[in-house]
């Protein structure tokens, strides 16, 4: 059985930086290229980043050069290094498999606000 579980999320003022986590579990992490997701208020989910199985990483334009994205195989966890946060970052946070999404876990919130 296939199980995401994020954590890490918070409250932050904009500029301020969080690292969430992926734990993942029933599936071989280290052969996956994985993702992560957000969802704002009001908005439909959105693609933020990808990792391949060997770290090579990508992101979306509004997150270029504030968030970084990592994995460590031997642990079955991923990792989002958000920096200079903005109030538009604000939204439940997800980890996925990249190109299946029939598994979700709960996610994780981040407020910036002052």
């Known amino acids: 059985q296939v199980h995401l579980a994020e954590s890490g999320g918070g409250l932050v003022q904009p500029g301020g930086s969080l690292r969430l986590s992926c734990s993942v579990s029933?599936?071989?992490?280290?052969?996956?290229?994985m993702g992560w997701y957000r969802q704002a208020p009001g908005k439909q989910r959105e693609f933020v980043g990808g990792i391949t199985s060997g770290g090579t990483t990508n992101y979306v334009a509004s997150v270029e050069g504030r968030f970084a994205m990592s994995r460590d195989n031997a642990k079955n966890v991923m990792y989002l290094q958000m920096n200079s946060l903005r109030p538009e970052d604000t939204a439940v946070y997800y980890c996925?498999?990249?190109?299946?999404?029939?598994?979700w876990g709960q996610g994780t919130q981040v407020v910036v606000s002052t």
């Open positions: 029933g599936f071989d992490f280290s052969a996956r290229a």
């Open positions: 996925n498999i990249v190109g299946d999404t029939r598994f």
